[in-house]
């Protein structure tokens, strides 16, 4: 029954029963007109034998009566049907020599043309007119292709009834918002993919200029054994900033793309922050940095170890960055929810208007020295694993970072 639910196989069903119904009944009203004639005819023809019979034998009237309407005796049937024989009549005779049968049957037979005529040219109009109505939604999912292939996703096939075309206008509005999202994110990659292209180019640039110009120097002046070292250590500096940024660039680009798959595992965050405050130890000594951890126990998280080693390696190297001589200090605290790891160093701050930028690409503030790559970084790893990062900060004071985890 699956089959009739099809608006169109409904429809056809439908109107070859009325047709057959319309047919039978126009048959049956010609056979019905054809049937009280052949009555009447055989009636008349009756009468007219018995008329004429009974005016030559009036004696005889009562038994030509009954004889012209009694059963066939067999006996006098073939009797019958040999006089008549003589005369060149027979069962055989052609229908044209019997007038009013003749007649009748003409008759009939021209009504059941012009019936049939009739009948076949509602048929026909009913098929162009069905045919026609499927061919033009044929036609509206062609131009509807036709425009996706333009690359026009607004245009849509309003059916809406039951049937195979309603489930075809379904899949076809799915396939044009699945093609819609793909080119969507195609265009997203392009521009995607130029933007990082960009920006790589133009990171790369200031500390690419400096190196040349250092080279330069070295193979242009006379410099003594102190001047070339210090030139030398300035080049490694660069290059250095360099390849952390290159670095830090393919890392958030992957993320952004989606192109990396964080093997989340029960993590012991303990071990990650001595992990990161043991490799940021000469960077620390170099700024004069203390650095304080208050581990916490059983401090077990869901995610990445090793990217989240790098998203708070970014934050704490940042907090060192900017906090010469005095400290930086991480706690660990957690709950039924979260957990916490605490940043909190004592350096410069944060101007409050720059505060709402910090995790943004490339944003430098008024500091010539800072890339504004490393947060931006941490936030898109730490979102990636469950979590999401907090910052408070005051000018002269110190600025707090909040790692949240559930």
């Known amino acids: 029954m699956e089959l009739y639910r099809n608006s169109e196989i409904k ?84 229908m044209k020599f019997i007038g009013n049968f003749n007649n009748i049957f003409v008759i009939t037979f021209v009504f059941i043309g012009i019936a049939m005529l009739v009948l076949t040219g509602i048929h026909i109009k009913i098929n162009n007119s069905y045919h026609k109505r499927v061919y033009i939604k044929l036609n509206k999912l062609t131009q509807a292709s036709k425009e996706i292939l333009a690359s026009n996703y607004d245009v849509d096939i309003d059916e809406y009834k039951e049937g195979e075309f309603s489930k075809i206008s379904y899949a076809f509005v799915q396939m044009r918002d699945v093609i819609k999202n793909q080119m969507n994110i195609i265009n997203q990659e392009k521009e995607f993919l130029v933007r990082i292209m960009s920006d790589i180019s133009h990171q790369l640039k200031t500390p690419l200029a400096s190196t040349m110009m250092f080279n330069e120097i070295m193979l242009n002046k006379n410099l003594d054994e102190a001047q070339r070292n210090k030139f030398l250590k300035e080049s490694e500096t660069q290059l250095e900033r360099m390849e952390w940024m290159i670095k830090s660039l393919l890392n958030l680009s992957k993320i952004d793309a989606k192109a990396i798959e964080f093997r989340k595992n029960e993590i012991n965050l303990n071990l990650v922050v001595k992990e990161v405050l043991a490799s940021l130890y000469m960077l620390s000594k170099k700024n004069n940095v203390e650095m304080v951890f208050e581990e916490y126990d059983k401090a077990i998280i869901y995610a990445d170890g090793e990217w989240i080693k790098e998203a708070l390696m970014n934050i704490v190297k940042n907090s060192i960055e900017h906090s010469r001589d005095s400290s930086v200090r991480v706690s660990i605290e957690k709950s039924k929810v979260f957990t916490k790891v605490i940043i909190k160093d004592s350096g410069q701050g944060i101007k409050k208007e720059d505060l709402p930028n910090i995790f943004n690409r490339f944003y430098k503030s008024n500091k010539p020295n800072s890339v504004g790559i490393g947060l931006s970084l941490s936030k898109s790893i730490v979102e990636s694993n469950n979590g999401y990062i907090e910052v408070s900060s005051e000018l002269g004071v110190g600025s707090q970072f909040r790692v949240i985890f559930y």
């Open 11 to 94: 429809k056809t069903l439908i109107i070859i029963v009325i047709t057959n119904l319309i047919t039978f009944a126009i048959l049956a009203l010609v056979f019905f007109i054809s049937y009280d004639k052949l009555k009447i005819d055989y009636i008349e023809n009756k009468a007219y034998t018995i008329g004429y019979l009974s005016s030559k034998y009036p004696n005889l009237e009562n038994e030509i009566v009954s004889l012209s309407f009694s059963n066939v005796n067999k006996k006098d049937l073939d009797y019958g049907l040999d006089i008549i024989k003589d005369y060149g009549y027979s069962t055989d005779l052609n």
